[in-house]
């Protein structure tokens, strides 16, 4: 059974940072890519980082880059989002997603986001920021 857990989300000040994890299960990190993806209220859900398998080759949405960092441990199946500088828009429950059809080549531009290309969700970590 795959299983992704977030954990990790809660309140911080504008200008403060977070850091969210994904454990997954029942799936290996060498062969599935992980997303993060997040939905506030009211708005679409939009993609924010991706991490390849094969690789570690990154991307980022343009909303986040050079405040957000992703990042993987094989080792304990986790997958993590460091969060800076944060902002009340970045207010949203936070998701991670995994899928074994991004290439690396893929993992490598904004298709890396899109959900559609994901096959497993995790359950979402809110993220409230205040200002």
């Known amino acids: 059974q795959v299983q992704l857990v977030e954990s990790g989300g809660g309140l911080v000040q504008s200008g403060g940072s977070l850091r969210l994890s994904c454990v997954v299960s029942?799936?290996?990190?060498?062969?599935?890519?992980i997303a993060w993806f997040r939905q506030a209220p009211g708005k679409e859900r939009e993609g924010l980082s991706c991490?390849?398998?094969?690789?570690?080759?990154?991307y980022y949405a343009g909303s986040v880059q050079g405040r957000f960092t992703i990042a993987r441990d094989t080792a304990k199946n986790t997958v993590y989002l460091q969060m800076n500088s944060l902002n009340p828009e970045d207010t949203a429950v936070y998701y991670c997603?995994?899928?074994?059809?991004?290439?690396?080549?893929?993992?490598?531009?904004?298709?890396?986001?899109?959900?559609?290309?994901?096959?497993?969700w995790g359950q979402g970590t809110q993220v409230t920021v205040s200002s």
């Open positions: 997603a995994a899928s074994n059809r991004i290439s690396s080549a893929q993992a490598m531009g904004v298709i890396s986001i899109i959900s559609g290309w994901y096959d497993y």
């Open positions: 029942g799936i290996s990190l060498d062969t599935y890519s």
């Open positions: 991490i390849s398998s094969s690789d570690d080759t990154t």
